[in-house]
Structures are given as C-alpha cells and as structure tokens.
C-alpha cells in the first residue's frame, strides 16, 4: 500500500500564510505529477495546484499569485506554499501522486486548513 504523508495544515488568519509538505515514496515520487486538491464542507474536490515530474507548476485561477507548489526530489516532498489565506481557501487538503501512463493515483489523508476571518 503506497502512503502518502501529509503535513503542515492548521487555523491562520486571513492574510497569514501556511506551507504544506507532502512526502511519498521514491519510486513513485520520480515519476509523478503530484497534485493539491482541497475540499471544503459540501463542496467537490478541487485541483489547486499541480507539478510535473519535471517541475512545471499549474494552479487553479483562484490561488494564481497567492499559492506556490514546489518538489524537491531529493527529499521526495512536494510542498504548497498559501499566502495571503483567504476565508474561502478553508478545506481539508489533499495530496495526490499521479501518472497518465501507466495509470497510477495515490492520495495522502488530508490535512485540515482553516482560515479565520
């Protein structure tokens, strides 16, 4: 069973900033896009972010200038950095390992960010 851990969430203010971290295992690190989603209460999943095995960042046009996904490969860890939090980035945020061919798609556990106004 692959694992991905997440850490990093907690209750910010808005206008304050958090970074998540996300680590997964080696060999599927390497060969992933890695993916932030987020989920607010009684709302579908959302991409917010995602990068490329080799590093090229995509972002939902509601984080675009606020949010930064980043890798680094050597510690197998892609990580969100959120500035300028927003009430309405709340949610619980996902990590996903992705892969296109062959098809694969690991999930860490989530990790709860509040954003009090």
């Known amino acids: 069973q692959v694992q991905l851990v997440e850490s990093g969430g907690g209750l910010v203010q808005a206008g304050g900033s958090l970074r998540l971290s996300c680590a997964a295992p080696?060999?599927?690190?390497?060969?992933?896009?890695m993916r932030w989603f987020r989920q607010a209460p009684g709302r579908q999943r959302e991409l917010v972010a995602d990068?490329?095995?080799?590093?090229?960042?995509n972002y939902a046009g509601s984080v675009k200038g606020r949010f930064t996904i980043s890798r680094d490969n050597a510690k197998n860890t892609v990580y969100l950095q959120m500035n300028s939090l927003k009430s309405e980035d709340t949610g619980v945020y996902f990590c996903?390992?992705?892969?296109?061919?062959?098809?694969?798609?690991?999930w860490g556990q989530g990790t709860q960010v509040t954003v009090s106004s």
């Open positions: 080696g060999r599927i690190f390497s060969v992933s896009a």
């Open positions: 996903n390992a992705f892969r296109q061919i062959p098809t694969i798609s690991y």
């Open positions: 990068i490329s095995s080799g590093g090229m960042p």
